[in-house]
T-cell receptor, first 114, second 111 residues
Framework: AAGVIQSPRHLIKEKRETATLKCYPI?????VYWYQQGPGQDPQFLIS???????DKGSIPDRFSAQQFSDYHSELNMSSLELGDSALYFC?????????????FGPGTRLTVL | QKEVEQDPGPLSVPEGAIVSLNCTYS??????FMWYRQYSRKGPELLMY????GNKEDGRFTAQVDKSSKYISLFIRDSQPSDSATYLC???????????FGTGTRLKVLA
């Protein structure tokens, strides 16, 4: 079965650089979520999109922005990178709205900021 | 104080043991309760989800929710070395989108 695809899997950047993470949801899933997981930490919700509109916002820094495109893939843009941005970034997708909708997680993008 | 509290472990048990993993929470609005398993450097994988209080069983796994105590548990019977992973509880409020995760409990099942 198709899963959530994230690219790149690994990314190394310098401080103050920009990074773009991509997420391709499971086919027919219309909702995408972004989470950040620091070393030894729980995943922290950043932002989500439903049908290309922002649906919820968590602890996403102003330096980060995201969007969902017409083909439902999503991109997380991170500017002025800081050392503390080094983390595993997960994308998850789900289908439908309201009540419980299982979120399927991708393998993550490991971002290292030097 | 975090909305969801989970003992980070690590928890080491012998093969075949019954494992009990727990989370407590403070937000009484949580309606959906999930358990995820995460292997090292992999994305979380859903094991169980429950809605409302009570027990739910799936193979060797049983999820239990006690809303009055704001306490959830995951039991693993006949634990196997392949169960060695980090187990994350997650919760959500009905009709919102984000999950709130616990910190995860690292489990090691010794052969």
């Amino acid at each position: 079965a198709a899963g959530v695809i994230q690219s790149p899997r690994h990314l190394i950047k310098e401080k103050r650089e920009t990074a773009t993470l991509k997420c391709y949801p499971i086919p027919r899933h219309d909702t995408v979520y972004w989470y950040q997981q620091g070393p030894g930490q729980d995943p922290q919700f950043l932002i989500s999109f439903y049908e290309k509109m922002q649906s919820d916002k968590g602890s996403i820094p102003d330096r980060f922005s995201a969007q969902q495109f017409s083909d439902y893939h999503s991109e997380l843009n991170m500017s002025s990178l800081e050392l503390g941005d080094s983390a595993l970034y997960f994308c998850a997708s789900s289908h439908g709205t309201g009540g419980y909708n299982e979120q399927f997680f991708g393998p993550g993008t490991r971002l290292t900021v030097l | 104080q975090k909305e969801v509290e989970q003992d980070p472990g690590p928890l080491s048990v012998p093969e075949g043991a019954i494992v009990s993993l727990n989370c407590t929470y403070s937000n009484s609005a949580f309606q959906y309760f999930m358990w995820y398993r995460q292997y090292s450097r992999k994305g979380p994988e859903l094991l169980m989800y429950t809605y409302s209080s009570g027990n739910k069983e799936d193979g060797r796994f049983t999820a239990q929710v006690d809303k009055s105590s704001k306490y959830i548990s995951l039991f693993i019977r006949d634990s196997q070395p392949s169960d060695s992973a980090t187990y994350l509880c997650a919760m959500s409020v009905q009709r919102t989108y984000k999950y709130i995760f616990g910190t995860g409990t690292r489990l090691k099942v010794l052969a």
